[in-house]
């Protein structure tokens, strides 16, 4: 039976919007707000210093992981975890095996510089005296980024709290980066780091250090990376502990292979 040509024009039509709607690609989806992270890592090194001072090896393995929520106006949410073992050593004794940071602030851009700004909390549950509050500000221009943090409570990790040398408010610590994809899937990353603890800690015998880290990390896909870096500080005794912990000769300040697997969600 042949078709009128109505019936015709109408078949012919119903074929091209349906080719024409089989090829037009699904809209991409939004990002979600809500991210998660988990890592394993064999060192957990802070401002190029050792967390885990139980041990003189290395190799001291550490579970971290966080959450963070990013508002479509630009501000944002978060917390991050990670295991320690270093507040025992403090004057109190007091011992927390934990670390928890909580953080917000804004980002936004300047023309073609990313700005950040907020405030981040560390919280050490057992362990009131090693509890640090600072402010900061970033910024970034393609793969270079500086970042200051500014100590605004009375402690720093300890000092002017548990250490009685003077406040730690007002310490500073500058930190400047550089992070590159330099093949397919593979990122290469370097920083500097500069912490200026306030006079009256220099005074008592503690140091102004640097820190730095020099590395690259591998996109395995799916969310999953794998990063190493060798990280480190200049100075061998220069934190917060330099004799009752390094009873060793070792320093939490040596540069060591840090290598972390990480998990985003």
């Not at 041990?55 to 959450?67: D, E, I, W, Y």
């Not at 990670?82 to 023309?111: M, Q, R």
Request: positive net charge.
């Amino acid at each position: 039976m042949k078709l009128i040509p109505v019936q015709a024009a109408l078949a012919a039509s119903l074929l091209v919007s349906g080719a024409v709607f089989a090829q037009t690609p699904a809209p991409a989806a939004e990002p979600s707000p809500l991210s998660f992270n988990i890592s394993l890592t064999s060192n957990y090194k802070f401002r190029g210093q050792d967390q885990d001072y139980s041990k003189t090896r290395s190799f001291k393995p550490a579970l971290q992981g966080g959450v963070d929520y990013a508002f479509s106006n630009g501000f944002y949410v978060g917390n991050w975890n990670s295991t320690i073992n270093w507040t025992k050593y403090l004057p109190s004794g007091d011992d927390s095996k934990i670390e928890i940071d909580v953080y917000g602030g804004y980002k936004f851009k300047a023309g073609a510089v990313d700005l950040d700004v907020g405030a981040l909390t560390y919280y050490y549950p057992g362990a009131s005296g090693a509890n640090t509050t600072e402010v900061y500000l970033g910024a970034a221009y393609g793969p270079v980024s500086a970042k200051y943090f500014h100590t605004v409570s009375k402690g720093y990790f300890g000092l002017g709290k548990e250490y009685l040398v003077g406040e730690g408010r007002g310490t500073g610590y500058l930190n400047l980066a550089f992070a590159q994809e330099v093949m397919p899937k593979v990122t290469f990353k370097a920083s500097l780091g500069f912490t200026d603890l306030k006079s009256a800690a220099n005074s008592a015998g503690l140091p102004d250090y640097m820190d730095y880290s020099v590395g690259a990390s591998y996109d395995l896909g799916s969310g999953l990376a794998l990063a190493g870096a060798v990280v480190g500080g200049n100075k061998k005794n220069s934190y917060l502990y330099p004799a009752s912990v390094d009873t060793s000769g070792k320093s939490i300040n040596k540069g060591t292979l840090v290598v972390t697997l990480t998990k985003t969600l």
